[in-house]
């Protein structure tokens, strides 16, 4: 049979896969510490590879944490942020402070004890859900607010007519039962898994114990992490690509239409300027691709290449080390990229979390 460890972030994504045959492959007489490492690989990881993580997923945490929590503070208690798009950098920042603090904690004691799992099997489900919901939500979000720029920026009498913080909240609410109902099969299938022991006997061995949405869980057909990563993932990247594209467009056919009529000095910061906004929605779009694309790219490869790629094993292990960081970077990098466009946000958190006092002039400074 096929046992593969998870750390079910977003469900059963970060895999290794270890395999055997618990009727014939081993011999009888291994004692229980010899079976456990033969069917689930090591208990404890290396500690060359535990520590260095664990430095990783600590500074992802602290600055992680720190810079959701301060989108949250800054645009609570500023009135002046209350705006539809700041609603939806609020719920970002949530959905990745949740994810951060639910998901990532769990993770790295995954990382230091790969079995037994501990925390029996409600908090497996729950942990597969909330993982699984934030990371939707996050992918949500960045849509929805990168479509709120498209409309701002493109079609502005447009954006005006639909802008109100009822009609945000309405759709911010939208997404989160969206996240909610596609990630509940996740919650459903995953479970805390058991080996037998002895071999073959169908008495499951309490040490084995990992939480884990396994192949034989799901129902037959039910192409779960292919609709994921077209949902969740492939969708989302193409939206986002061509808005961003569109956005890029219309800025430069804005400053050649009115190139000619500005004094050069003007002419030169404004083309500054323009080249600073695209630079930032490439970031972006390169940031959301390489946050996200080995994450899926890992599912679709335990499901049609584990039999058939020569060292598959090494390959998935690298990569269950590589997609985590970068399942957690994402949490990290979305306050910085997204609230770094905001100089009234910027002004807003030197004032709340600096005590600096903005000028009159500040106040009234508007989103790039």
């Known amino acids: 049979m096929t046992i593969f460890l998870s750390t079910v972030s977003a469900g059963v994504d970060h895999t290794m896969d270890y395999t055997s045959d618990s009727n014939s492959s081993a011999p009888f007489n291994v004692t229980v510490e010899e079976w456990l490492e033969h069917c689930l690989g090591p208990?404890?990881?290396?500690?060359?590879?535990?520590?260095?993580?664990?430095?990783v997923y600590a500074t992802l945490f602290v600055s992680g944490?720190?810079?959701?929590?301060?989108?949250?503070?800054?645009?609570?208690?500023?009135?002046?942020?209350?705006?539809?798009?700041?609603?939806?950098?609020?719920?970002?920042?949530?959905?990745?402070?949740?994810?951060?603090?639910?998901?990532?904690?769990?993770?790295?004691?995954?990382?230091?004890?790969?079995?037994?799992?501990?925390?029996?099997?409600?908090?497996?489900?729950?942990?597969?859900?909330?993982?699984?919901m934030t990371s939707y939500t996050s992918v949500l979000t960045i849509v929805a607010f990168s479509t709120e720029r498209y409309l701002a920026i493109c079609h502005p009498l447009h954006s005006y007519a639909m802008s109100g913080l009822h009609r945000a909240v309405r759709i911010i609410a939208v997404l989160w039962l969206v996240s909610f109902v596609c990630a509940s099969p996740f919650a459903v299938f995953a479970q805390v898994n058991y080996i037998d022991y002895p071999p073959g006997s169908g008495k499951p061995l309490a040490e084995s114990a990992f939480c884990a949405m396994l192949e034989k869980n799901i129902p037959a057909n039910w192409p779960i992490y292919e609709l994921s990563g077209a949902l969740f993932f492939c969708v989302p990247m193409v939206v986002i690509m061509v808005l961003y594209v569109r956005i890029g467009m219309r800025i430069r056919r804005r400053e050649r239409h009115s190139l000619g009529k500005r004094l050069p000095g003007t002419v030169h910061r404004r083309s500054h300027s323009r080249k600073a906004i695209i630079r930032m929605l490439s970031a972006v779009v390169i940031t959301f691709?390489?946050?996200?694309?080995?994450?899926?790219?890992?599912?679709?490869?335990?499901?049609?290449?584990?039999?058939?790629?020569?060292?598959?094993?090494?390959i998935n292990e690298w990569l269950f080390y590589v997609t985590g960081c970068l399942y957690y970077l994402s949490s990290t990098a979305n306050p910085i990229l997204y609230n770094v466009m905001s100089v009234k946000y910027r002004k807003a958190f030197r004032q709340t979390l600096c005590g600096v006092r903005p000028h009159h002039s500040d106040l009234n400074s508007s989103f790039r």
Do not use: M
């Open 43 to 55: 208990k404890h990881l290396p500690l060359r590879i535990v520590v260095p993580l664990t430095v």
């Open 65 to 132: 944490v720190f810079g959701n929590l301060a989108v949250c503070i800054v645009i609570a208690r500023n009135a002046a942020l209350h705006t539809a798009t700041n609603y939806y950098l609020f719920s970002l920042a949530v959905s990745d402070l949740t994810l951060l603090l639910l998901g990532l904690p769990n993770d790295l004691l995954v990382y230091w004890q790969q079995y037994p799992w501990p925390l029996g099997g409600l908090l497996c489900k729950v942990r597969a859900l909330v993982s699984e």
């Open 289 to 314: 691709f390489v946050c996200w694309a080995p994450f899926h790219l890992q599912r679709l490869l335990y499901l049609y290449a584990r039999d058939s790629l020569p060292h598959f094993n090494t």
